[in-house]
């Protein structure tokens, strides 16, 4: 039988735009962005390819803003947990799934995994799911490999393949694997694209 074309999806910015420590007061969250996201990316880069746990991270930020680590845990927990994610496109995407291996890949850390994925049932919606943090690389290393390997792994061309992302930078690397690229925007968004295939 046919190996069937694989469904890239990525998740931030795609199926969801939640922050993390979004429950923190504005100027708090302004630092949280600025210490972890901003700048030269180092720390963040580190996290997502499994260098640093959450807790790591988040008792950096408890020191950096000076406020308990158990309040910043909490915050943060519940934030990753309650993320809010696009039902109608995760039920596209299953449905989807009769015509195509579904595949969620997204650059991502621990906290991805141990909250957020559980706490939306995700693994319900996709055929495999691969975060950065568990691999130890990110979408866009060695010219996408991640995209390459998981294509060999289910024996399908790259050409067989699509990859919806919010990330130009992705979108490039992917067609210039030989597969096609949507780019995902707020005004064509992942619902939208969906409704073409």
Known sequence: MQPKPILFCDFDGVLSHDKYWRSLPAKQLQKVQELIFLGDGKLVGEWMRGKH??????????????????????VFVNDCSTMHVS????????????????????????SFSRFTAPSHNLKNYFDHIFN????????????????????EQYNVPIADCIVFDDSKSVCDIF??????????TKENDLEKQLLNL
């Open 53 to 74: 746990t959450a807790e790591d991270i988040n008792t950096i930020v408890s020191e950096h803003l000076n406020i308990s680590y158990s309040h910043v845990w909490d």
């Open 87 to 110: 039902i109608n496109a995760l039920q596209k995407l299953h449905s989807l799934r009769e015509r195509f291996t579904v595949i969620l890949i997204t650059t991502n850390m621990d």
């Open 132 to 151: 950065s943090f568990n691999e130890g690389m990110l979408k866009t290393d060695n010219n996408g490999e991640p995209y390459v390997k998981l294509s």
């Open 175 to 184: 067609n210039a694997l030989g597969g096609k690229a949507y780019l995902v």
